[in-house]
């Protein structure tokens, strides 16, 4: 089992930068792909960006290329969402997650553990 636990969520203005922690417990997850997803009310989960296990491939949205930058530790078991140039409409919860492979996935179906999420506001 992996537990999740997210940080670095808050308020900020547009243009401004954020940077989001995901720190894993439990098993760790050196050997797994990793993901950034974000929901904003009333609308489905989508896809952020995500990194394979050695952090050698990464994938992201067409609306955040450019803007965020997803890294991992896999000594300290931690990845991470670097947010920069932030949108009123990155306004969302973001969650992290683990996938049972190896390689980036997009879709929120192929990722077996997920943290609480973290509240991300940016306002205008």
């Known amino acids: 089992q992996v537990q999740l636990v997210e940080s670095g969520g808050g308020l900020v203005q547009a243009g401004g930068s954020l940077r989001l922690s995901c720190a894993a417990s439990?098993?760790?997850?050196?050997?797994?792909?990793m993901g950034w997803f974000r929901q904003a009310p009333g609308k489905e989960r989508d896809f952020v960006a995500s990194?394979?296990?050695?952090?050698?491939?990464?994938l992201y949205a067409d609306s955040v290329k450019g803007r965020f930058t997803i890294s991992r530790d896999n000594a300290e078991n931690t990845v991470y969402l670097q947010m920069n140039s932030l949108k009123p409409e990155d306004t969302a919860v973001y969650y992290c997650?683990?996938?049972?492979?190896?390689?980036?996935?997009?879709?929120?179906?192929?990722?077996?553990?997920w943290g609480q999420g973290t509240q991300v506001t940016v306002s205008s």
């Open positions: 997650a683990t996938g049972a492979g190896r390689i980036p996935i997009t879709t929120p179906r192929w990722y077996d553990y």
């Open positions: 439990g098993r760790t997850v050196s050997s797994r792909a």
């Open positions: 990194i394979s296990w050695d952090g050698g491939s990464t």
